[in-house]
């Protein structure tokens, strides 16, 4: 374990990938009542990544993520009432409710972006790391992506650069062996750590599912990072158990077979960090994160939504207008 960062009690663990998990359920209730019209992309089952990573940063970190990103920004510091109305488009959201479920940011959290565009995590974490390198205070990048994002040729180039110019960043690859209903194993040639070892980056695969083994091995690269030592990289091998997005509750795909999902339910990482705590521990626990998701989803829904005349402000950094002015069929207040 790295030096300077307590070890998280397990409870601590347990206490997050519960939040993470209800949290979901809580918002696939919100996409079936049409609270949250976009739908979403749960990362139900792979909750011990989120937690273990939560757990080995520190607040000034910077965090750059997926479109399945919600269990992290809850497991680095993001209010779960001000992530749920991002996610229903609220401007009690954590960014005005512009971002949605799939680019939301949470600056306060230290989370700068999660970018539903597959692969985008590196590069965007890889520039961080940059100009935290220039600020010299010790602060480090991390950047979340999918296996699906092993073929992105910006994410690769993140490789090279930060590789080179020695940037504090951790790379991680959540490998939930499929690209929406492609299997990895078709899509990826040769191996995932190879691919980061190739540009000099240590680089090393990892448990999941187990938020332990998640954090020792993120606190070691944090750490190394943190002291000058450059980028690392890290798999976690994983499983989602729903499907790839919301519209598969509806949808049927067949691409995993039942006995596949059962397998990797029975290694639910949400039993296993339960499991380490005493039971009465664990139900105290569980209420309070059900009074604290009560509220949440209060607050969510009591935030309002933006007025039609409001759909362009915060979207550009010059000021609130588009340069050349705005679009024809805008009825805004000052078009
Ligand atoms: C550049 C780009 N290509 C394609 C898509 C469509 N798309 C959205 S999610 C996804 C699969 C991503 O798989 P992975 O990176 O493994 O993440 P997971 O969904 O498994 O968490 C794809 C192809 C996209 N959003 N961006
Ligand atoms: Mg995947």
Redesign the pocket.
Known sequence: MSAGLARPVPEDLYRTIRLIRRFEERAIDLVRSGDIVSGI?PCIGQEAVAAGIGAALRGGDIMMA???AHGHMLAKGTDPGRLLAEMAGRTGGVARGRGGSFHPSDFGAGVFHCS????HGAPMAAGAAWALAREGAGRVAIGI?????MN?GALLESFNLASLWRVPVVFVC???L???T?P?ETAVAGSITARAAAFGIPASAHDGMDPEVVFEATAAAVARARDGGGPAFLEFGCY?FEG?HTFELTAGLRYRDAGEVARWRARDPMELAGGRIPARRRQQIDERVETDLDAAVRFALESPKPGPDEALDFLFSSGLRPRGGVPRNYAGRDG
């Open positions: 992309h997926h479109h399945r539903g565009t597959v692969g992506f999918g296996d699906g994002a992105q959540e490998n939930n499929y690209a929406t492609l990895v989602r790839h």
